[in-house]
Every structure is written in structure tokens, then in C-alpha cells.
């Protein structure tokens, strides 16, 4: 029985499923939207907003601790600049999850996990040659 056993196992060892989250929290705060299974998506929600909760704090023991996380500096300036500022004033609740699906080879259900209040990027329009 897994009483008080937090957390999901993913059916992996405990260092590869460290390494796939620390992956997972890296992309998503690079990108600020990822598509992932749905389990996975769960799982990562957790170490984002304790992330970004460390991130509001914004001190050098916060950042110390993040670093242990992620897995890259741009990442990390991300969070600590842009990030920081756009939540400082928000309670909870970072992070959103949608499910898009299933997969097609295996079934799996997938989510794209993103960023709450993220400006959406337009696509810039296309120019067709020889149009005037």
C-alpha cells in the first residue's frame, strides 16, 4: 500500500522521472506552453507553481533553489524577470491544464500544459509574391 505517498510514479525510476520534470519545468518556462500526456501534465503543474511561488519571493535562497530545478539559465532569467512580474500580484494558480486528445500509437491522453495570462502571439501574415 503507497500510503502518504505523494507524487505519481510514471513508470520510471526516481532519477529518470527527476530528469523528465526538470525537462518538462524547463521547456514550459522557456516556451510557456507544452503538450504533454496528461499524467505528466499533472505532475509538472506541481513543481511549476512551487516555482513561481519561490520565484515571487525573488531572494537569493529562491533562486539558489530554483536552480536545482531548472535546467537552464535562460530559464531561469525568464522566471525571475518576466515571469515574476507578470504573477507578483497573483494568488495561485499559474498554470493551466487542456486536454487536446489521444495519441496515436498507444492511446495515451494528451494535455498541453501552459502559463495563465500569457500574450498570445499573432502570426504574422504572410506576403504573396507578385501581389500588389
Known amino acids: 500500500m503507497r500510503h502518504l505517498k505523494a507524487g505519481r510514479r510514471l513508470a520510471r525510476t526516481t532519477e529518470h522521472r527527476t530528469a523528465l520534470l526538470r525537462n518538462l519545468i524547463t521547456q514550459l518556462f522557456e516556451h510557456e506552453r507544452i503538450q504533454t500526456t496528461h499524467a505528466k501534465a499533472k505532475e509538472a503543474r506541481m513543481w511549476a507553481e512551487q516555482l513561481i511561488t519561490l520565484a515571487k519571493r ?19 532569467v525568464k522566471l525571475f524577470g518576466e515571469l515574476r512580474e507578470r504573477y507578483q500580484e497573483r494568488p495561485g494558480g ?22 495563465v495570462g500569457r500574450p498570445e502571439k499573432l502570426p504574422k501574415a504572410k506576403k504573396k509574391a507578385g501581389a500588389s
Open 58 to 76: 525573488g531572494d537569493l535562497h529562491a533562486r539558489r533553489l530554483t536552480l536545482r530545478v531548472l535546467r537552464s539559465k535562460k530559464a531561469m
Open 94 to 115: 499559474y498554470t493551466r491544464i487542456i486536454p487536446v486528445g489521444f495519441r496515436v500509437g498507444d492511446g495515451a491522453a494528451l494535455s498541453v500544459l501552459e502559463l
